[in-house]
């Protein structure tokens, strides 16, 4: 079992930046590939972003490239999603999550929540206009 706790979270104005973080409890974190997803009120959970287990491939949904960045450190169990520019269809409650690494070509299951083993909590994330 694999704990997954995110934080970093909170009200901040448009334009603004927030980082989350995703600390996680597996010591074998490199086990596994961390992808972001998020949940706005009344929609869907959609994903955000994801990375490799050895931080070497990227992925973002094509709407959110440009003004966020995830990474992760290997010897601190955490990933990180820095994000710039925020605007109010940003508002939503943010999870990380953990994909084993046999759960298949990652560049064919990332975008799939139900690929992810592992989820966090979730971190509400708000922005106001």
């Known amino acids: 079992q694999v704990l997954l706790v995110e934080s970093g979270g909170g009200l901040v104005q448009a334009g603004g930046s927030l980082r989350l973080s995703c600390a996680a409890s597996e010591r074998t974190f490199t086990a596994y590939r961390m992808g972001w997803f998020r949940q706005a009120p009344g929609k869907e959970r959609e994903f955000v972003s994801a990375?490799?287990?050895?931080?070497?491939?990227?992925y973002y949904t094509d709407s959110l490239k440009d003004r966020f960045t995830i990474s992760r450190d290997n010897a601190k169990n955490t990933v990180y999603l820095q994000m710039n520019s925020l605007k109010p269809e940003d508002t939503a409650v943010y999870y990380c999550?953990?994909?084993?690494?046999?759960?298949?070509?990652?560049?064919?299951?990332?975008?799939?929540?139900?690929?992810?083993?592992?989820w966090g909590q979730g971190t509400q994330v708000t922005v106001s206009s």
């Open positions: 999550a953990a994909q084993r690494l046999f759960a298949g070509t990652f560049a064919s299951t990332y975008r799939q929540a139900n690929s992810y083993d592992y």
């Open positions: 990375i490799s287990s050895s931080d070497v491939t990227t």
